[in-house]
């Protein structure tokens, strides 16, 4: 399966900039605030090419663009969607 429909199986989808900055993106709700969930590679702002690469996950509230927390690094894309359950 592609990665971009794993990533929609867990309600994410493909954001990108002006500048060409890449990311998938899904809002949420973080303590009763309207937040974004982001990911990307780890190594730069463009999207993971597969399960195993290793991510970076920000969230931020969706008003301010502030931290909710500070930003995770996992092992792998998998290891990150291991924590998550897919959307029904």
């Known amino acids: ?8 199986e867990y309600g994410f989808k493909k954001s990108s900039s002006c500048s060409g900055f890449e990311w ?10 309207d937040a974004l969930i982001t990911i990307t590679s780890n190594d730069e702002p463009r999207l993971p090419e597969s399960l195993d690469e ?14 909710l927390e500070p930003s995770r690094r996992y092992e792998s894309l998998k290891s990150y969607l291991d ?6």
């Open 1 to 8: 399966m592609e990665l971009y429909k794993i990533m929609e």
């Open 24 to 33: 998938y993106t899904k809002s949420t709700k973080y303590n009763s605030v």
């Open 54 to 67: 290793p991510v970076l996950v920000d969230i931020t509230d969706r008003n301010s663009g502030n931290d």
């Open 83 to 88: 924590t998550l359950d897919p959307v029904s």
